[in-house]
């Protein structure tokens, strides 16, 4: 089995760091990743990116969440980045797990707003970029694995 070729995550970041800020500001406002398509910042980031439909919405994800993250080089993802925040309860982290999409990453979304973790971009970007109830599963269980007793 051939195994799917990933997008340059830290392409998608440094595009991202070189907006200026009233693009940046544009896509802190949308309120739903399907709200990226009216954003004329989203098509700076996605464009020439996605091959198929199905990657565009894996990039609305990456790029819905992607304003509230600060890359660190180390090997932190996101759910230990989340568990060493003070403020995230695991009672927000279980309305991300028990939605349903776009839910879910609305909540994802709120949850990063509120914290603005360092995380490692490329582990979490894969994380989002295969978002589903596995991906959700994983990032409870690093949360947990890492919160402080």
């Not at 693009?23 to 990116?49: H, M, N, T």
């Not at 994380?127 to 949360?143: A, M």
Request: proline letters at 6%.
């Amino acid at each position: 089995m051939q195994q799917q070729k990933l997008p340059d995550f830290m392409a998608l970041y440094n595009a991202w760091e070189k907006l200026s800020p009233g693009p940046k500001a544009e896509l802190r406002r949308v309120g739903r990743p399907d709200d990226l398509i009216e954003v004329p910042a989203f098509y700076r980031l996605f464009s020439g990116r996605a091959v198929s439909e199905w990657d565009k919405e894996k990039f609305q994800r990456l790029i819905f969440c992607l304003p509230y993250i600060r890359h660190d080089g180390g090997d932190i993802g996101i759910g230990k980045a989340l568990a060493k925040s003070s403020g995230v309860s695991e009672k927000r982290l279980f309305q991300v797990v028990r939605s349903n999409s776009p839910n879910d990453v609305i909540q994802l979304r709120r949850v990063l707003q509120m914290v603005e973790p360092t995380a490692n971009w490329p582990k979490t970007a894969k994380l989002l970029w295969y978002w589903n109830d596995h991906s959700k599963r994983d990032l409870l269980e690093e949360y947990f694995i890492n919160r402080a007793k």
